[in-house]
């Protein structure tokens, strides 16, 4: 399974890369898209048709209180964490191949909860 993917700032460059090397289409914003709002992300996720991978949690509430259409919205949870553990976290998951499209995935070590995105 392949992903057309918007990586947020805050998602880690290199997993972003590696998910290229693995046939995903990815966008990472840090490296063109840098220092646009919130909204404006959204919007590009939604023209573009892409997974936002985040670790900002306010997106889920604009998604939920706008009822925006988004293919599919991922907040990594992970708190304070060394960086070698985030990068093997995040490779576990999406070595998992979740299904992402038309959900908002909140992914916690040893947790993932899913819940339909507004259509």
């Known amino acids: 399974m392949t992903y ?12 972003a890369h590696w ?5 995903h289409d990815v966008i990472h914003v840090a490296t063109s898209h840098s ?23 306010g997106f889920g509430q604009l998604v939920f209180r706008y ?9 990594f ?3 304070e964490r060394s960086r070698g553990l985030i990068h ?3 490779r576990g998951f999406f070595e998992s191949a979740p299904k992402l499209e038309g959900f908002f995935t909140v992914v916690r070590p040893g947790y ?3 819940t339909l995105l507004p259509r």
Do not use: C, M, W
């Not at 220092?35 to 949690?57: C, I, M, N, P």
């Not at 009822?67 to 919205?73: I, M």
């Open 35 to 57: 220092g646009v709002s919130d909204e404006q992300l959204l919007a590009l996720a939604q023209v573009e048709k892409r997974v936002l991978l985040t670790f900002d949690h």
């Open 19 to 23: 998910l290229a090397k693995r046939g």
């Open 112 to 114: 993932v909860r899913q």
């Open 88 to 90: 093997l976290l995040l």
């Open 77 to 79: 949870r992970f708190g």
């Open 4 to 15: 057309r993917i918007l990586a947020d700032e805050n998602f880690p460059s290199s997993i």
């Open 67 to 75: 009822g925006l259409n988004l293919p599919g919205l991922v907040f």
